[in-house]
């Protein structure tokens, strides 16, 4: 009975924006609102090692691609002795390259453009897979889903990474953005498919037929009860095709598809490995640091992406939210209680 009770008040707390007949007051709905989206994961995100192993990653990244660019100057050639080993120097901590420039300046300032390359390639391959699966998935049947699937099917169809290539070599993009958007062309059809078939299975659940006999708009029901059970989904895939743009990316500028116009962790190993630092020792660490940053930042955005599994579970986010309201609850009581006395 305790169970049957508690699941009811779930239901309803997560619904009661539409079904409460007394409406609430936007204080109210401030709290409710930070208590569900800010407090509750933040309660899961502590819990689970993944989220903040994988989020410690991703911000000492994000901290590299900010910070650190305002704080370790832009590396030119000869600010250093040539080819310094690593710990020699703190001005220098992970060595020099040929050219007297600190590797760990090199890093810091290829960073920047990783993550916008990581942000366009993410924003065109998992928003246009999601927006063309969730629009399919609702217009099953009709002309709509034909003439979507069916390009879905064509690009497909297309091999990826020659297509890349070619489109890369003729227009030479030197913009990070530009290059995170050819990236995520052969990205999204996949996905779509995927998110179309999930899409067919929700409708069918019984929450959502109510949600439409109850009238609720679609708007509602597409944010609800479809985008929040696909949200998990979503975001793992987004994590695994950043991943994709940092290898693709890194790859082309290894094999010299790519402009060399910025600093990118692929034109150091390129330039490493045409020194031939692999058969040289003192040139390995201009070889070896971009390959630790690609597998953290690959690291990080994977254990993230699981972490996220969690915090987007709705059923898991009320219980914590519920949890905190019980105790605030339960405060006030205390403190009535204390006030009374």
């Known amino acids: 009975m305790s169970e049957a009770h508690s699941d009811t008040f779930d239901l309803k707390d997560l619904y009661d924006e539409d079904i409460d007949p007394d409406p609430e007051s936007r204080a109210d709905r401030a709290k409710r609102f930070l208590e569900m989206n800010v407090v509750a994961p933040a309660r899961i995100a502590v819990d ?7 989020g410690a990653i991703l911000a000492f ?3 590299m691609g900010t910070v650190g660019v305002w ?6 050639s000869g600010d250093a002795p040539v080819l310094a080993a690593p710990f020699e120097s703190l001005a220098y901590p992970l060595g020099t390259d040929v050219f007297g420039q600190p590797i760990h300046a090199q890093l ?3 960073t920047p453009g990783m993550f916008k390359m990581i942000f366009a390639g ?9 927006l063309v699966g969730v629009v399919a998935g609702f217009e099953h049947g009709t002309r709509i889903d034909s003439f979507l699937m069916t390009i879905t099917d064509v690009v497909i169809t297309i091999p990826g990474l020659p297509l890349i290539i070619v489109i890369t070599a003729i227009f030479q993009p030197e913009n990070p953005y530009i290059v995170g958007v050819f990236l995520g062309i052969d990205n999204w059809p996949g996905l779509a498919r995927t998110v179309r078939s999930q899409v067919l299975s929700i409708r069918e659940e019984s929450y959502v037929e109510a949600s439409e006999i109850m009238g609720i708009p679609l708007s509602s029901i597409l944010r609800r009860d479809i985008l929040s059970q696909l949200m998990p989904y979503v975001m793992i895939n987004g994590a695994l095709t950043s991943r994709r743009i940092i290898f693709e990316s890194v790859g082309l500028y ?3 598809i790519l402009p060399f116009t910025t600093f990118n962790w692929g034109v150091m190993m390129n330039l490493a490995y045409e020194g031939n630092a692999l058969t040289r020792p003192d040139m390995l660490p201009w070889m070896v640091a971009p390959m630790v940053c690609i597998f953290l930042l690959s690291f990080g955005l994977v254990l993230l992406s699981q972490g996220l599994d969690s915090l987007f579970n709705v059923r898991l986010r009320a219980r914590h939210a519920k949890t905190s309201k019980k105790k605030g609850t339960s405060k006030n009581n205390q403190s009535q209680a ?3 006395d």
């Open 48 to 54: 689970d090692w993944r989220a903040l192993v994988g």
């Open 61 to 63: 990244f994000l901290l």
């Open 108 to 110: 810091i300032h290829a």
């Open 71 to 76: 704080l370790v100057e832009r590396p030119t």
């Open 338 to 340: 204390t006030g009374g």
């Open 122 to 130: 993410a924003v065109v391959s998992v928003g246009f897979a999601a």
């Open 254 to 256: 290894f094999l010299g």
